[in-house]
């Protein structure tokens, strides 16, 4: 009987234990659901619900369409509204997953007559699915060591900012299911290769196809299943259980995946996929020289047989080398390289520099994200490496694949964030195993395996016995072992504290509505956004053609219901260069190109009154870069900077940048707010242009619609124009 | 404008028909019409002091025409009327109390509405411009009977007539002047000793157009469409009022584009341009809880609501709850703007329950006006509780059509029986009270209650079924870890 640190009730039955960790862990996993759930709602409580940012516009939007005219109907929806004049095939290029899950939902509320909006459906959607995040990373961790680490990582993911910054409520869009389906697809992996099974290996396949309907993202699950197969296979791994697992996956969920009419033949056709597919092969190979080993046993024979292995290997990979030179298999897109190349997508691809969440990711927001997960995270690999299952290199191979995809993209810390949770949480799980241990090690007896006397003991003695060389080992004391605890348990409420201020602060604003604090502390909603769309929607035409920078594309179709140029579904690049152009020409330039597009509105988002960055102006030479990229003769960057390269918007402003009709429409009538004082443009600090005469809508036919139907900077500028009268006086 | 929409008495209609109609023994001592000019309502009055009781109307405003009301001067009791269409004219034989003895005099006041009547003119004015309208009406009452004196007074809210018509060929009635401007009024008349004017005769000769082109300070508003869907919860005590409103500004169009500035320094120097509409207040009942505002898409956060509270039982209602409404966008000429607003109030402040019947009855305002707004068209839906039975409506005034229907909504399994009522061209004198009376049976009230206590226990036990029934070929082994 060894000595116990602190007492522990011994008249239990292990029934008893058994249950009671078993209603606590039922307990506790609904409370984190109820958690992941809650600390995201922050956005409806403090604004409403609502639709976010930009893409979810336009999911909502195709899901309003399935909701309304059926699955069928949305299949081969063709959106005459979108890039006009092209137009675009929704059904066929979008991952219709997310649509088809709100859908469903929706269509099972209205059988048992529930009547709740599809609006409501759509915003709820991302907290609904963190909650089964959360299960699915409880399953995946219970997997890696035990239910405790179970629960923790549990904890960690349903309230780490890296995941909420994409699932809040009211972000509608494919990530806000897709973490869930990867973990998922993990978790089923996990257990195929554990077990071996067929089933498993098939609900994987399942879900992967899941996936693949569900987020452009299901390429890492594409790669990271077989980067495993393969590493197992390297390190001598190879087991029938690997086999039966991939085989089942890979087929079932390849061939599941081409039903999605967006994906169609890649998965036979293109780099990213063809090492799903050499590793298949490679298995088929490994599988047949292990019978042919079982039959022959000669160590000649074996040999021989590694050479091939290796020489086929190097074949199959200089015919895929091959094929892709040829162009048989589709080269490497543009997103893919500027993973390896943080400075490619600048050079060559504008479109992708230019949006923020491809940025490479700055330092402190790992620590924002994650907090004190990011230390805990090494901890829990190095944890991996002292046992090394088959599983245990699964999470090795996707923490460091996700750590360095993490640090190329800023969207690209949602995939990192499930790994360093589970990490994490195996990491804490063990300290506490050891510091919550009653059993004081025992200095006398040796070479007796100290029994775990409580809990779910699963775990504890597979590590107890794997070091039982030292009994030595271990915490003496209560005060030892309650000074980790409290610091532990003081660092994990800090944790919950940083990630609720995160989550509240910085990633509950739904950018579509913007909060502005008084004087005195009061929020203000500015709502101009969507005072301009619903204008546009209820006092223009149908048919009327509104051109706008590609950002407002998918918010202007959801909100305000008008064709668009270009949008956020940036497939067109000389379109969206056509924009870029009309909007960095002068205005006799600029004309014939809208006229051309039957263009009768231009919107435009202008901040300088209220100092809201995110304004046109600020995106102004991207609009020129991309312009530039197909008409280098009419549009220079340089032209658009002072001679001494900076690049202003006040009287020293350059020529090019004065005539062209972005600076013509920001500043038209700007400096009338200010009475005779000098007009101050709060986003750049500078002055503000005086006289700037629009010359467009006095012009030809479209004297009246060729317009800026509303200037929401304007709006603001009221506001502002009040208050600082009143200080003035 | 005064709000009395909640203290209008159920209107009664008189199903007794006199059987004087057609008499023309009759003489019109003296005939004042007055017309309150105004934005989307025009407000005709016609005061006769006379022995009779076939009013007129012409045929131009008749079409405008949505409410006809003819009264005894001085009591609150309408009068009940037939009508009859001829060639120009309706003919409207209003029903007297008594029967008139010889000589003497009654003073009939024959009100009517018009809506959609006065048309913007220019039809399409800039930002700072003055907002003109333009009212044409006949000049002469017509009435079968002969006239001593007429005269027709068109009151404007401010003083300042662009134009008016001056009469011809009426200088065989017209005493000092055919028409005078005094003020905010145009008055034609007074016109004296004039024939009985129903003819074709009469009206050929004598009747023209007389079209008055004024000044309106106030925005011309619209509800094209209004759907109201009244919702009532027993469970909840509740009865939810929803109102998804088409709001129209048929005032002049807006000329060139809309400038913010000059918006804002209108609002500064206190002289609003007269066509546009920045806020509405509304007088919504009292004690409601849980307003919202909201359009297609999403919240809008610009209005205040300042909540009554809710009146004892048998007090006079009179307070109401504020609501200042701001659309997203100020509301110019030709500018639509929809939305929806919706309350929940406590079911006791509109039912009542009658404990020897077992019969409930609820009330239901047909609208909620918008001072000087039409609607153009309303629908409105009724939702009573589900299984309630022996439905009966009382109408304050005729529907255009009415039907009872089934509503499912919210777990219901058998639906709810619903009235569905539609109506064109309300003002605010039809916000009165729809009364609707039903029965409820206990078992109906609990009957929610049930089912879904039944469809979990089924849930439940399948689930613990399933979890106890082994499928598999091959007998479970523990698992190897």
């Given at each position: 009987m060894p000595s116990l640190a602190y007492p522990v009730p011994t008249d239990l039955s292990p029934a008893t234990v058994k249950n009671t960790a078993s209603l606590f862990r039922i307990v506790t996993l609904a409370l984190i659901s109820g958690a992941a759930i809650a600390s995201r709602l922050f956005s409806i409580i403090n604004f409403e619900s609502v639709i976010h940012e930009f893409d979810p516009w336009f999911n909502y939007r195709a899901t309003r369409v399935l909701a309304s005219k059926g699955f069928y109907e949305f299949w081969n929806w063709f959106d005459p509204t979108a890039w006009y004049p092209l137009g675009r095939v929704v059904g066929g290029t979008v991952y219709p997953g997310l649509m088809a899950t709100s859908g469903v939902i929706y269509y099972l509320l209205q059988a048992l007559n529930l009547p709740v909006d599809i609006r409501n459906i759509c915003v709820l959607l991302a907290p609904g699915f963190s909650a089964f995040t959360a299960w699915a990373t409880y399953m995946f961790t219970k997997e890696m060591k035990d239910e405790s680490a179970g629960l923790l990582a549990a904890a960690f993911i349903g309230i780490a900012p890296g995941y909420i910054s994409r699932s809040?409520?009211?972000?509608?869009?494919?990530e806000a299911i897709a973490i869930f389906l990867l973990m998922f697809t993990f978790y089923l992996w996990i257990k195929a290769l554990k077990l071996g099974s067929a089933l498993y290996g098939t609900i994987a396949a399942v879900f992967y196809f899941y996936m693949v309907a569900a987020w452009g993202g299901y390429v890492f699950i594409t790669n990271m299943i077989p980067v495993h197969a393969l590493v197992l296979i390297f390190m001598g791994r190879f087991s029938h259980r690997l086999y039966v697992a991939y085989c089942s996956w890979y087929a079932i969920g390849t061939l599941s995946s081409m039903q999605v009419p967006f994906v169609g033949f890649q998965p036979v056709s293109t780099s990213e996929h063809m090492g799903a597919l050499g590793v298949f092969g490679l298995l088929q190979l490994v599988a047949f020289a292990n019978l042919v080993r079982s039959h022959v046993s000669s160590q000649n024979f074996q040999k021989l047989l590694r050479i091939a292995v290796v020489a086929i290997g190097a074949l199959g990979a200089s015919a895929f080398v091959f094929l892709t030179y040829t162009g048989k298999i589709a080269p490497w897109t543009g997103r893919f390289y500027s993973l390896w190349d943080t400075g490619y997508a600048k050079k060559y691809i504008p479109i992708i520099a230019s949006v923020s969440e491809h940025q490479p990711t700055a330092w402190p927001s790992f620590f924002m994200d994650l907090q004190m997960l990011m230390f805990l995270f090494p901890a829990g690999v190095i944890l991996c490496f002292r046992e090394l299952r088959d599983e245990h290199l699964f999470v090795i191979i996707y923490a460091v694949l996700s750590s360095y995809f993490a640090g190329v993209m800023v969207r690209l810390m949602l995939t990192l964030t499930p790994v360093v949770c589970v990490s994490a949480a195996i990491a804490l799980s063990s300290l506490l195993d050891v510091y919550l241990n009653p059993v004081e090690p025992d200095e006398e007896q040796d070479a007796v395996a100290q029994p775990a006397k409580s809990g779910p003991a699963d775990a504890a003695p597979s590590t107890a016995s794997s070091k039982s060389t030292s009994s030595t080992r271990g915490i003496f004391g209560i005060d030892t072992r309650l000074v980790v605890v409290f610091n532990t348990l003081w660092m994990l409420s800090f944790f919950v504290f940083h990630c609720t201020y995160v989550t509240s602060t910085a990633y509950s604003s739904p950018s579509v509505v913007l909060a502005s604090q008084g004087q005195d502390g009061s929020q203000h909603i500015i709502d101009d956004f969507r005072e301009a769309y619903y204008w546009l929607r209820q006092n223009t035409e149908e048919d009327a053609v509104v051109m706008s920078w590609w950002d407002y594309g998918y918010q202007i179709a959801g909100m305000a219901d008008r064709p668009t140029l270009v949008d956020n579904n940036t497939w067109n690049n000389t379109h969206i260069a056509t924009v870029g152009k009309a909007m960095s020409s002068s205005e006799e330039n600029a004309y014939p190109i809208l006229r051309k597009h039957d263009v009768e509105y231009v919107l435009v988002i202008f901040g300088g009154l209220i100092g809201y960055s995110g304004d046109d102006i600020n995106k102004f030479l991207w609009m020129v870069r991309i312009a530039q990229g197909v008409w280098p003769d009419e549009i220079q960057e340089s032209n658009y900077f002072t001679p001494r390269g900076e690049y202003r918007v006040d009287e020293n402003a350059s020529k090019t940048m004065k005539e062209s009709l972005m600076y013509k429409m920001s500043y038209y009538r700007f400096a009338d707010l200010f009475g005779g004082n000098q007009a101050v443009d709060r986003v750049r600090n500078q002055h503000a242009p005086k006289n700037i005469e629009l010359g467009l809508p006095r012009r030809g036919v479209h004297v009246r619609k060729l317009d800026r139907p509303y200037l929401p900077s304007q709006e603001r500028g009221h506001a502002r124009a009040g208050s600082e009268e009143r200080e003035r006086l | 404008m005064p709000m009395k929409w909640a203290s209008v008495p159920l209107a009664l209609l008189l199903s007794v028909t006199s059987a004087l109609c057609g008499s023309s023994s009759f003489e019109n001592t003296a005939i004042v019409r007055t017309v309150e000019l105004g934005g989307a309502v025009v407000h005709v009055t016609t005061t006769t002091a006379l022995k009779t009781y076939t009013v007129a109307l012409g045929k131009a405003d008749r079409e405008k025409t949505s409410l006809v009301e003819a009264k005894v001067k001085g009591q609150d009791k309408l009068l009940s009327y037939t009508e009859r269409v001829e060639k120009d004219v309706s003919l409207f034989d209003v029903t007297l109390p008594k029967p008139l003895a010889g000589n003497k005099t009654v003073n009939i006041v024959f009100e009517n509405i018009q809506t959609h009547a006065t048309t913007p003119w220019p039809e399409t004015a800039e930002q700072r411009d003055d907002q003109g309208l333009k009212y044409t009406t006949g000049l002469f009452v017509l009435s079968p009977y002969s006239t001593l004196v007429q005269r027709t007074k068109l009151k404007a809210l401010v003083p300042r007539f662009k134009s008016y018509t001056e009469p011809k060929n009426v200088d065989a009635f017209v005493g000092d002047a055919a028409v005078t401007k005094a003020g905010a009024t145009v008055v034609y008349g007074p016109y004296k000793d004039i024939p009985a004017s129903t003819n074709a005769n009469f009206i050929e000769k004598y009747q023209q157009p007389i079209t008055v082109h004024y000044y309106h300070e106030q925005p011309v508003l619209e509800v094209r469409t209004l759907k109201r869907a009244v919702e009532i919860s027993h469970w909840g005590a509740n009865i939810n009022t929803q109102d998804d409103i088409t709001l129209y500004n048929a005032g002049p169009k807006l000329k060139g584009h809309f400038s913010r500035l000059e918006h804002q320094m209108q609002g500064y120097m206190n002289k609003p341009a007269p066509h546009i509409l920045p806020a509405l207040n509304l007088g919504l009942p009292p004690g409601i809880r849980n307003a919202y505002y909201y359009d297609t898409i999403g919240n809008v956060s610009t209005s205040k609501l300042r909540v009554a509270p809710l009146a004892p039982k048998g007090a006079q209602r009179s307070q109401f709850s504020l609501l200042e409404l701001r659309p997203r966008y100020p509301l110019l000429g030709g500018w639509n703007y929809s939305f929806t607003l919706g309350w929940d109030a406590p079911l006791e402040s509109s039912a009542a329950y009658d404990k020897k019947t077992g019969t409930y009855t609820v009330s239901v305002p047909i609208l909620t006006p918008i001072p000087?707004?039409?609607?153009t068209d309303e629908e409105l839906q009724i939702i009573l509780p589900e299984g309630a039975t022996d439905v009966n409506y009382a109408l304050p005034f005729p529907a255009l059509s009415a039907e009872i229907g089934t509503h499912v909504t919210f777990l219901d399994t058998v639906g709810r029986p619903s009235i569905t009522l539609r109506y064109k061209n309300l003002t605010v004198k039809n916000a009165q009270d729809i009364y609707v009376t039903y029965k409820v049976s206990t078992l109906a009230h609990i009957k929610k209650g049930l089912n879904v206590a039944a469809a979990v226990f089924i849930l439940f036990a399948l689930g613990g079924i399933a979890r106890r029934v082994d499928l598999s070929i091959t007998p479970r082994k523990k698992k190897v870890q």
């Open positions: 809040v409520a009211g972000s509608y869009d494919n | 000087g707004a039409v609607v």
